[in-house]
């Protein structure tokens, strides 16, 4: 195939959107090639706008009849033009002209990095009208937008804030290329697109899309979101990603509260992207059952619900068995299946307890009992007659909740237990001191005092 690179005007020269320094990358994430699988046809032309991954833009140019790359940097248009498509053109939206239609016009990252610093003034409406121009009259518009206030803003406050990147500072001098606030106000700036608009919630964001949901709800869901959210924001957090997901979506909030939107315009795409990977069915995580018989002190439960698990692991085979953790196994009333890959633990039975016990911890849930992680460990295999023999290799130390609200609640929650063992004590003492006190006790203290002088006296001889 016969590649040209064009030059539009503004072009960056001295930037890259495919290697920034201090800049996110480019989009990409199996969400988002799933959706290009879905929604290209063998005779498709297509217009690429924006810093799309390599791997995204050969997958298109596999897909569709011919593919033709407008991007702002004219290093990455140069390596773009070197590895895949028609016309590669370099340079800003608003000095791209020409009368191409296109059958679909691709912009999943976004508006904000179509312009650079010499594009005076442009809204993200005048963007999208740009983009509408260059749609054929049945054309399908695939676009992406961050949300102003997705789950991430109270998962992880943005530490750059104060300083701003390179790529923070604005590239228009009037109007602003983010999206609207809010999914209400980017339908409203669709217009007449709306009406005819698929719309998927993408998580975790939309650097790595791996999750594209047309109706985040249900338990399991929560779960798929969950566990990709908890793995993009590692480390120290304002709350545990994991536990707040978890309450989102069952709140009914895991659409508003997206990262990242996908607007379909024009096509529709399955329920889930990729496909299959969220379980079917019903159920529940078995972690969160024995989670949920922690916050309430029910031993009975986890003596029930632990040596079945125990009983259901060493069924399975060597391979199956390394992934089954808590937090990988869906529990269907008797009934045991594995969720997805889940993460590989060896040690058998008592690792995998450790493993839950870990993630309990990090997650600031209330212990039952006194100990550090092989102490709780231990506890909950002795309840199907396993020990602990050695070092625990999935946890070791003790462990503190990974959100800084997870640990003032831990805080507030040990300080208030331990004001109320003392209140219990001091109630105690004080009973004592009464029984010491009254006159039955005094007269049965000078009976029997003298018996035990006897006594101690016979011992000696």
């Not at 409406?125 to 949300?147: F, I, Q, S, V, Y």
């Not at 594209?212 to 924001?233: F, M």
């Not at 849930?365 to 625990?392: C, I």
């Given at each position: 195939?016969?590649?040209?690179?064009?030059?539009?005007?503004?072009?960056?020269?001295?930037?890259?959107?495919?290697?920034?320094?201090?800049?996110?990358?480019?989009?990409?994430?199996?969400?988002?090639?799933?959706?290009?699988?879905?929604?290209?046809?063998?005779?498709?032309?297509?217009?690429?706008?924006?810093?799309?991954?390599?791997?995204?833009?050969?997958?298109?140019?596999?897909?569709?009849?011919?593919?033709?790359?407008?991007?702002?940097?004219?290093?990455?248009?140069?390596?773009?033009?070197?590895?895949?498509?028609?016309?590669?053109?370099?340079?800003?939206?608003?000095?791209?002209?020409?009368?191409?239609?296109?059958?679909?016009?691709?912009?999943?990252?976004?508006?904000?990095?179509?312009?650079?610093?010499?594009?005076?003034?442009?809204?993200?409406?005048?963007?999208?009208?740009?983009?509408?121009?260059?749609?054929?009259?049945?054309?399908?518009?695939?676009?992406?937008?961050?949300?102003?206030?997705?789950?991430?803003?109270?998962i992880q406050p943005d530490v750059?804030?104060?300083?701003?990147?390179?790529?923070?500072?604005?590239?228009?001098?009037?109007?602003?290329?983010?999206?609207?606030?809010?999914?209400?106000?980017?339908?409203?700036?669709?217009?007449?697109?709306?009406?005819?608009?698929?719309?998927?919630?993408?998580?975790?964001?939309?650097?790595?899309?791996?999750?594209?949901?047309?109706?985040?709800?249900?338990?399991?869901?929560?779960?798929?979101?969950?566990?990709?959210?908890?793995?993009?924001?590692?480390?120290?957090?304002?709350?545990?990603?994991?536990?707040?997901?978890?309450?989102?979506?069952?709140?009914?909030?895991?659409?508003e509260l997206a990262p990242v939107?996908?607007?379909?315009?024009?096509?529709?795409?399955?329920?889930?992207?990729?496909?299959?990977?969220?379980?079917?069915?019903?159920?529940?995580?078995?972690?969160?059952?024995?989670?949920?018989?922690?916050?309430?002190?029910?031993?009975?439960?986890?003596?029930?619900?632990?040596?079945?698990?125990?009983?259901?692991?060493?069924?399975?085979?060597?391979?199956?068995?390394?992934?089954?953790?808590?937090?990988?196994?869906?529990?269907?009333?008797?009934?045991?299946?594995?969720?997805?890959?889940?993460?590989?633990?060896?040690?058998?039975?008592?690792?995998?307890?450790?493993?839950?016990?870990?993630?309990?911890?990090?997650?600031?849930?209330?212990?039952?009992?006194?100990?550090?992680?092989?102490?709780?460990?231990?506890?909950?295999?002795?309840?199907?007659?396993?020990?602990?023999?050695?070092?625990?290799?999935?946890?070791?130390?003790?462990?503190?909740?990974?959100?800084?609200?997870?640990?003032?609640?831990?805080?507030?929650?040990?300080?208030?237990?331990?004001?109320?063992?003392?209140?219990?004590?001091?109630?105690?003492?004080?009973?004592?001191?009464?029984?010491?006190?009254?006159?039955?006790?005094?007269?049965?203290?000078?009976?029997?005092?003298?018996?035990?002088?006897?006594?101690?006296?016979?011992?000696?001889?």
């Amino acid at each position: 195939m016969t590649t040209s690179l064009l030059m539009v005007g503004a072009e960056m020269l001295n930037w890259s959107d495919l290697r920034p320094t201090d800049g996110r990358p480019a989009t990409g994430g199996p969400a988002t090639a799933a959706l290009l699988d879905a929604t290209l046809r063998p005779t498709d032309k297509v217009l690429v706008v924006g810093p799309h991954s390599l791997q995204l833009l050969d997958r298109i140019a596999t897909k569709a009849a011919t593919v033709d790359v407008l991007v702002r940097s004219a290093p990455d248009a140069e390596q773009i033009a070197r590895v895949v498509g028609r016309r590669v053109y370099c340079g800003a939206l608003d000095r791209f002209t020409g009368t191409d239609l296109y059958d679909v016009v691709v912009a999943l990252d976004g508006l904000p990095r179509l312009v650079g610093p010499d594009s005076p003034a442009m809204s993200w409406t005048d963007a999208l009208a740009l983009l509408k121009a260059r749609m054929a009259p049945r054309g399908r518009l695939l676009l992406a937008a961050e949300n102003a206030f997705g789950i991430e803003r109270l998962i992880q406050p943005d530490v750059t804030a104060g300083v701003p990147r390179n790529e923070d500072w604005p590239s228009v001098v009037d109007g602003a290329l983010q999206a609207p606030v809010g999914l209400a106000g980017i339908r409203t700036a669709l217009g007449a697109l709306a009406a005819n608009t698929t719309v998927y919630s993408v998580y975790p964001d939309l650097i790595a899309a791996d999750l594209a949901l047309l109706t985040p709800t249900g338990p399991l869901t929560a779960a798929a979101i969950a566990r990709s959210v908890a793995a993009r924001h590692s480390g120290q957090t304002l709350m545990d990603p994991y536990r707040l997901v978890q309450d989102a979506v069952a709140a009914g909030l895991g659409r508003e509260l997206a990262p990242v939107w996908y607007f379909v315009v024009g096509d529709k795409g399955p329920e889930t992207l990729p496909n299959k990977v969220i379980p079917t069915g019903t159920g529940v995580l078995l972690e969160e059952q024995l989670l949920a018989a922690l916050k309430i002190d029910d031993q009975a439960a986890l003596r029930r619900m632990v040596p079945a698990y125990i009983t259901w692991l060493h069924s399975l085979d060597p391979e199956s068995a390394a992934i089954a953790s808590p937090d990988n196994v869906i529990v269907e009333g008797t009934k045991y299946r594995l969720f997805g890959s889940g993460v590989v633990v060896s040690g058998g039975a008592v690792e995998h307890l450790a493993r839950f016990v870990r993630r309990a911890q990090e997650a600031g849930s209330r212990q039952p009992w006194a100990g550090d992680t092989q102490a709780l460990t231990s506890r909950l295999a002795s309840m199907v007659g396993l020990t602990v023999d050695g070092e625990l290799t999935v946890a070791l130390d003790n462990l503190q909740p990974q959100g800084q609200a997870e640990q003032l609640a831990t805080i507030a929650r040990l300080s208030q237990e331990l004001a109320d063992a003392n209140e219990q004590a001091t109630w105690f003492e004080s009973q004592l001191d009464g029984i010491r006190r009254s006159r039955p006790y005094r007269i049965g203290h000078a009976v029997l005092n003298p018996a035990r002088v006897i006594v101690k006296r016979l011992r000696r001889l």
